[in-house]
């Protein structure tokens, strides 16, 4: 056996696979332990399929860029070894998270408050802004790909269509970014592209994270256009100078643009702006991830609530052992901007139990369901 061989047997000997914990288009997650020093990982086992060049590029480029990327709101590679010879595969080694933010979205019994949302889409920026000051476009951010660290902590994960973005002739692929997170520019088959279009991603997650489900949910590639203009207006000329010379451009039909705050009606006027700027039609005017960082809505209140505060799944956070600090979860009323869905949180975190509903946020619910079907 030579010297990478025994190496590689060595890393993978390191670590004993206990269960599989994800499924991905490419890729399967388990958990996993060192033997050595017990630490919980993720083993992300990706089938290497070969193809005319040699190896697929999805798995390299996910490994070049975690092995690159080091910031505490991006998920951190431990190792890497591969395994099987028939059928190879490319183990990466990850820092094991609990949860993601869409089983967070969609975990009934926990309650946002504002305060809340801005920590998770600070935490999203600062890892955004990291990611494209070193020249990587991530191109697939959506709740499901961010995950939550046992301490609350966000971190941005799945680089499997992630690349570089140095050169701004580069043609790419406009096949790129699930459809209900893909930035107008794409749509319209794009082939040279930016930063920007992670940011549209952003502004789809921040008004997820408000709506509580999904804001531009296209039943299709080619209704994602419409559910777009329907939302936000069908882009004129000087909205989107560029968009009649992209390859896909056709006639549209015209739609009225709404106000944001129509169906924002709890956001601040901060707020609105943040998301309006994220989900600018044109790409050289949307909000950059470094703008983000500064945006006023980052600087006004209610402060950012600490992450280890964050709302989590009340079975996670009851748990000493699961969060491995012996500490229990304890709320700080100047923390939030809510007393009232404070004590509803805690009430659902002690308890574990469902909460039920009230009246007003059932009628709530209808109401964003409503305009969200585009009924009047
Ligand atoms: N480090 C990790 N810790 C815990 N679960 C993870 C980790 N990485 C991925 N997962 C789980 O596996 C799923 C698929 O992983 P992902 O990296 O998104 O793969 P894919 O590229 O196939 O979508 C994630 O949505 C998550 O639920
Ligand atoms: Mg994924």
Not at 283 to 288: E, I, N, S, T
């Amino acid at each position: 056996m030579d010297t990478a061989a025994t190496l590689n047997l060595a890393i993978r000997n390191t670590y004993a696979k206990i269960e599989k914990v994800g499924e991905g288009t490419y890729a399967s997650v388990f958990l996993a332990k060192n033997v050595k020093t017990g630490q919980k990982v993720a083993i992300k086992k990706i089938k290497v399929v070969s193809n005319a060049n040699g190896m697929d590029m999805t798995a390299i480029r996910e490994v070049k860029f975690l092995a690159e990327l080091k910031h505490c709101n991006v998920i951190q590679m431990l190792d890497v070894f591969s395994s099987g010879s028939a059928n190879p595969s490319l183990n990466l080694v990850l820092e094991f998270l609990d949860t993601n933010l869409e089983a967070l979205i969609k975990d009934r019994d926990l309650i946002f408050t504002s305060a809340d949302i801005k920590s998770w889409m600070a935490m999203l920026c600062r890892g955004l802004e990291y990611c494209h000051r070193h020249w990587c476009l991530h191109r697939d951010l959506k709740p499901n790909n961010l995950l939550i660290s046992p301490e609350g902590e966000l971190k941005i994960a799945d680089f499997g269509l992630a690349r570089e973005c140095g050169d701004p002739g580069a043609r790419m692929t406009h096949q790129v970014i699930t459809r209900w997170y893909r930035p107008p520019e794409l749509l319209l088959g794009a082939r040279s592209y930016s930063t920007a279009v992670d940011m549209w991603s952003v502004g789809c997650i921040f008004a997820e994270l408000m709506l509580r489900t999904p804001y531009l949910p296209g039943e299709s590639d080619a209704d994602q256009l419409t559910t777009i203009f329907k939302a936000l207006g069908t882009p004129s000329e000087k909205d989107w100078p560029q968009h009649k010379s992209l390859p896909d451009s056709v006639q549209f039909e015209q739609y009225p643009r709404q106000p944001l705050g129509y169906l924002f009606s709890a956001a601040s006027p901060e707020a609105l702006d943040f998301l309006a700027k994220c989900l600018l039609y044109d790409p050289l005017k949307r909000l950059g991830a470094n703008e983000a960082l500064h945006h006023p809505y980052m600087k006004t209140g209610p402060a950012p609530t600490p992450f280890k505060l964050l709302p989590r799944h009340p079975t996670k956070a009851n748990n000493k052992e699961e969060r491995g600090d012996g500490e229990q979860s304890s709320w700080h009323p100047l923390l939030s901007d809510s007393t009232e869905k404070d004590k509803a949180r805690k009430n659902a975190e002690a308890g574990g139990k469902k909460r039920k509903l009230e009246e007003s946020e059932i009628e709530e619910r209808k109401r964003i369901a409503r305009k969200l079907a585009f009924e009047t």
